[in-house]
């Protein structure tokens, strides 16, 4: 069973920063694609950040510039560091591990990030 705990959410001033991280337990990161998703009350969710199993990395427009995803794969973990944090940024945001092979898709509990002055 893979498990995926998030951490790091929280309240921040516009302009501010903070560092999610996604820390995962049965699988081995690197064999995954690892993607941070984020959503909204009433709204589908939005794929913000991917990176691969090797290493590439991808971006949603509206996150490009400020959003840098990476991992450390001897902590088995996953970050989403966020700069210049924007009110519209406010969501819950999720952690989302997806096989190289598509043998399991598996999410986290999500994490709450309030952008407001």
């Known amino acids: 069973q893979v498990q995926l705990v998030e951490s790091g959410g929280g309240l921040v001033q516009p302009g501010g920063s903070l560092r999610l991280s996604c820390a995962v337990s049965?699988?081995?990161?690197?064999?995954?694609?690892m993607n941070w998703y984020r959503q909204a009350p009433g709204k589908q969710r939005e794929l913000v950040a991917t990176?691969?199993?090797?290493?590439?990395?991808n971006y949603a427009d509206s996150v490009k510039g400020r959003f840098t995803i990476s991992r450390d794969n001897a902590k088995n973990t996953v970050y989403l560091q966020m700069n210049s944090l924007k009110p519209e940024d406010t969501v819950v945001y999720y952690c989302?591990?997806?096989?190289?092979?598509?043998?399991?898709?598996?999410w986290g509990q999500g994490t709450q990030v309030t952008v407001s002055s």
């Open positions: 990176i691969t199993s090797g290493g590439s990395t």
């Open positions: 989302n591990a997806v096989h190289v092979r598509g043998l399991y898709d598996y």
């Open positions: 049965g699988s081995r990161i690197s064999i995954n694609n």
